[in-house]
């Protein structure tokens, strides 16, 4: 069945340090979107991607959808600690109006 | 606009015991969803409606059932609690399944 994969599960970086969380699919997705989750709160939603290639900015967040759209990353420059929280992707099967979601990574930064 | 709306926002079941988790929503989207989130497993889809009427199944629809009489209401129904339905639940809508906005949770213990 349709899968999202997500690594890491944890990243721990020093205040100022890159981040960067990939999702891979086992199948090819209309497109994907993003979720930031604080501890305790709800997932919030971050960006889409749809187009094959697609990279967005977002300040010091640099989203990537792959050539082959069954995957994607995002890229966090210069971490802050307001940048602590869970990071989801979210899929959207090509066949199917359903959305399957990562299994998260948790980033902790360290001031 | 209040947004997503969920109640309650705890409960306590005892095993075998029948409950309703409600969902509102006031943006006149189309697309709701509901979805239980578990440690290590990110958010996992158990139903959801792209209109008042229509509703279809998620990853992990056994045990729960959903009805979508209003464009605003999607309720979920645990019609005989097991404890391997303690988790967090999500509901979410979107307009035509784009952006996702998640409500609150409610957070579920079964005994």
């Known amino acids: 069945g349709q899968q999202v994969m997500q690594i890491p599960q944890y990243q721990h970086v020093q205040e100022g340090e890159d981040f960067t969380t990939y999702c891979n699919s086992s199948?090819?997705?209309?497109?994907i979107q993003w979720y930031k989750q604080r501890p305790g709160g709800h997932p919030v939603f971050l960006i889409q991607?749809?187009?094959?290639?697609e990279v967005k900015k977002q300040k010091r967040l640099t989203f990537q959808f792959g050539e082959a759209k069954k995957n994607s990353s995002l890229h966090i420059t210069a971490t802050q600690t307001t940048d602590v929280g869970t990071y989801f992707c979210?899929?959207?099967?090509?066949?199917?109006?359903?959305?399957?979601f990562g299994s998260g990574t948790k980033l902790n930064v360290k001031p | 606009n209040a947004g997503v709306t969920q109640t309650p926002k705890f409960q306590v079941l005892k095993t075998g015991q029948s409950m309703t988790l409600q969902c509102a929503q006031d943006?006149?989207?189309?697309?709701m969803s509901w979805y239980r989130q578990d440690p290590g497993m990110g958010l996992r889809l158990i139903h959801y409606?792209?209109?008042?009427?229509?509703?279809d199944q998620g990853e992990v629809p056994n045990g729960y059932n959903v009805s979508r009489s209003t464009t605003e209401d999607f309720p979920l129904r645990l019609l005989s609690a097991a404890p391997s339905q303690t988790s967090v639940y999500f509901c979410?809508?979107?307009?035509?399944?784009?952006?996702?906005?998640f409500g609150p949770g409610t957070r579920l213990t079964v005994l």
């Open positions: 979410a809508s979107s307009a035509g399944g784009d952006e996702q906005f």
């Open positions: 199948t090819t997705l209309s497109n």
């Open positions: 991607l749809v187009k094959s290639g």
């Open positions: 979210a899929g959207r099967s090509s066949n199917f109006n359903k959305f399957y």
């Open positions: 943006m006149n989207h189309e697309y």
């Open positions: 409606s792209v209109g008042a009427g229509i509703t």
